[in-house]
């Protein structure tokens, strides 16, 4: 094979390489979305809108899925002291899978004020596909426990999923999501990798990059070669 042809040969390859890899990257797609919660509190209705941001970590065959509020849904007319408030909540998954999973936290690590909104933790579960395909994660139903009293949040306006993953159905796959001890958005698997759109973007772009680097490599190793072979003659 002449030099040319070796060369292009090359190229062409480590292209093909890229395309590769980036046609065969997981779908993960997540966004924040505006959730309008109805709540039926002790004393009477309120309502509330909260920016829902719901991330997804690969934890062994499942998901370490955490849901987080940017602002409070609703209040107490009493303070609550630490330790007092209790949340959980429901996230309903669409597309490929269907039913809930329930994501559970600490309770409040400090007081809340009265007539305040009250911050609700990052809540935390595991999610084990049972089907495989693009699964959707959109927020349920909060539930808050205070003082022997239960608050129910309910978003009533339709919003749409905060997450999208495209998962596969291990053997030991179960009924649906379940959670697994709650906890704040700080324990969400240290050191596996987010499926999230910004690191799968960067870990395509670093891998995708040390493909062509790789073939430049190659092409400048035969040119040099090439040349030795010429100045030789």
Not at 100 to 120: E, M, Q, R, Y
């Amino acid at each position: 094979m002449s030099y040319r042809k070796r060369t292009a040969a090359l190229a062409s390859a480590a292209a093909l390489a890229g395309s590769v890899v980036w046609m065969a990257a997981p779908v993960a797609r997540a966004e924040v979305v505006d959730v309008n919660y109805q709540c039926k509190t002790p004393i009477g209705d309120k309502s509330a809108v909260s920016p829902i941001d719901i991330k997804g970590v690969k934890s062994g065959s499942g998901y370490r899925i955490t849901m987080s509020w940017q602002k409070g849904v609703s209040s107490s007319p009493v303070e609550l002291g630490k330790g007092a408030m209790t949340p959980s909540a429901t996230i309903a998954l669409g597309g490929a899978d269907s039913g809930t999973l329930t994501v559970s936290g600490p309770a409040n690590d400090a007081a809340i004020p009265a007539n305040t909104p009250i911050k609700i933790s990052d809540l935390s579960g595991t999610y084990t596909p049972k089907k495989s395909g693009e699964v959707t994660f959109t927020a349920g139903v909060l539930t808050i426990k205070a003082l022997g009293t239960t608050t129910t949040c309910t978003p009533t306006n339709d919003p749409d999923p905060s997450l999208t993953l495209d998962v596969s159905a291990g053997n030991g796959g179960g009924a649906g999501g379940s959670a697994q001890g709650g906890g704040s958005g700080a324990d969400t698997g240290a050191g596996l990798p987010q499926t999230g759109p910004e690191d799968s973007a960067v870990a395509l772009g670093t891998l995708g990059g040390t493909v062509l680097l790789a073939g430049a490599a190659g092409a400048l190793w035969l040119t040099r070669r090439h040349q030795g072979a010429r100045a030789g003659r």
